[in-house]
């Protein structure tokens, strides 16, 4: 193969590759609870519209106060599209930060339980 499309392949492979930034309207809660995956809400949770960020998906919140790493464990009836709903587990904080437009890095997009070994099986 040519060299310089020896390096296109590489470009497209790596864009492929790079995770997904988007903007999202986010807005934040603070009722405690069980969450769509099961657990508990706490902080570091998100609840997202799962035709758009599936239960499981990991998002980096590039901008703002609440900048960090998320994981998508909720969905919500008024999460819908490019929206994410921030758990804040102090009410005052979650009704100080309203409606925002953030920038979000999609670093994982959904959980594939399938794709997880089973332990059980494992040790047989």
């Known amino acids: 193969m040519h060299r ?4 296109v392949l590489l470009a497209l492979a790596s864009l492929a590759a790079a995770p997904d930034t988007m903007r999202v309207r986010a807005t934040a809660y603070c009722q405690s609870g069980t969450t769509k995956s099961g657990l508990r809400t706490r902080t ?23 900048a960090g790493v998320y994981t998508v464990l909720d969905t919500g009836a008024a999460v819908k599209g490019r929206k994410i709903d921030i758990f804040i587990p102090n009410c005052r904080s979650a009704r100080r930060f309203g409606a925002q437009t953030l920038r979000v890095r999609v670093l994982r997009r959904g959980w594939d339980p399938k794709s997880a070994p089973d332990v059980v099986t494992e040790w047989r």
């Open 44 to 66: 570091g949770v998100v609840a997202a519209d799962p035709r758009i960020l599936p239960v499981g998906s990991v998002l980096r919140i590039i901008e703002g106060v609440t």
């Open 4 to 7: 310089s499309a020896c390096a």
